[in-house]
């Protein structure tokens, strides 16, 4: 037993992020075919593929739903880069369901949201603890960002549980070669030459080289942190995304992917819709593309994100928008690679090894 865990056997229904979305959870659970303590008539299994809290309405409810479908042995999950956030005591954007830290920033953006009692705190950290980083069997790979043959050998090596206090030693480590070199004098000298706090979308910054360094160092040396965060790559212009201004990018790491085995993955926020030319994001045009919505990606056609942005919701119910045209919560069943989404509607996926 390590990090990397064994998928169970059988059909697999592999549910993308949630982001404390309940309402979106329970109708997908019904329109697959599973009863309120998580059974399947055809004995199915469930499959989480992390990103479960933050930014929505109810993460408690969502944390302790997924808790229940994995205790009880109806489901298994990995945890995703806003559990480790959690994990880790390191309050983001969208947390402030869970940090007091957060509780105010996030007012504006995603109140109203429920928060859990002190007791709730202590299950959910003592659930999240438990999760490995990956899922495997023969036929298919589960993670929630990347799938990187050195990241997975080392994450082999690592003994269940021990997520938290492996990510904490890289996440060190970062920081002694950040001082051991100038890299920390290099950061501080342009926040003093910047000084605008770097979540504010009102004010975009110059580009800060040592912060994207520091970026950078922080994304690929930590190999929890590739596989839950994915592969990035200094960027050219500063970008607003995750609540903060970037200065590296995420690159379609399936490009280079040449394995056999299929991997599917969340963290990636794919759209259900095209959409309109003015609406893609930066991250998006870079990772995807032309890629169809319900296409297959990567060298070998064999990679599949299933997250079609319901974490988004919260732009909607600002807007006094309906939600559920843009942002929806889907499952991959496989191996028939069709997806179901929240409102029951049903997609075929396409190019699959093609």
Not at 327 to 352: H, I, Q
Request: proline content about 7%; glycine content about 8%; hydrophobic content about 40%.
């Amino acid at each position: 037993m390590s990090l990397i865990q064994a998928l169970p056997p059988g059909p697999l229904d592999i549910v993308g992020d949630i982001h404390g979305e309940i309402d979106a959870l329970e109708p997908l659970l019904a329109h697959l075919g599973y009863d309120v303590e998580g059974r399947h008539r055809d004995g199915r299994t469930l499959v989480f593929v992390g990103d479960f809290c933050d930014r929505g309405p109810d993460s408690p409810a969502v944390l302790a739903r997924v808790a229940q479908l994995v205790t009880r042995g109806r489901a298994v999950a990995v945890l995703g880069n806003h559990e480790i956030s959690l994990l880790r005591n390191d309050a983001k954007d969208g947390a402030g369901w869970f940090f007091d830290a957060r509780l105010a920033t996030d007012q504006d953006k995603y109140a109203p949201f429920a928060r859990p009692t002190a007791a709730e705190r202590a299950d959910i950290v003592a659930f999240l603890g438990t999760l490995p980083v990956a899922l495997e069997r023969t036929d298919l790979r589960i993670v929630h960002a990347a799938w990187l043959s050195a990241p997975i050998a080392a994450a082999r090596q690592l003994a269940p549980g021990s997520a938290r206090a492996e990510y904490d030693h890289w996440e060190a480590e970062v920081r002694r070669q950040a001082q051991d070199g100038a890299l920390s004098r290099r950061m501080a000298a342009e926040r003093l030459q910047w000084p605008h706090d770097l979540e504010d979308p009102l004010h975009k910054p110059p580009f800060l080289q040592a912060h994207a360094d520091n970026e950078l160092l922080k994304a690929m040396l930590n190999p929890l942190k590739v596989l839950t965060s994915g592969v990035e790559r200094q960027g050219t212009d500063p970008f607003h995304a995750g609540g903060k201004w970037r200065f590296v990018e995420r690159i379609a790491w399936w490009e280079s992917y040449a394995d056999a085995t299929p991997v599917v993955v969340g963290h990636y926020w794919r759209r259900p819709l095209v959409p309109a030319p003015d609406s893609v994001t930066h991250e998006e045009a870079g990772l995807f593309g032309s890629t169809p919505p319900f296409a297959w990606h990567g060298q070998r056609h064999n990679v599949f994100c299933v997250d079609y942005s319901v974490g988004a919701r919260w732009r909607a119910r600002k807007a006094g928008t309906p939600p559920g045209a843009q942002y929806k919560l889907a499952a991959l069943r496989w191996p028939e690679r069709t997806l179901v989404f929240d409102d029951g509607s049903v997609a075929a996926t396409t190019a699959f090894g093609g």
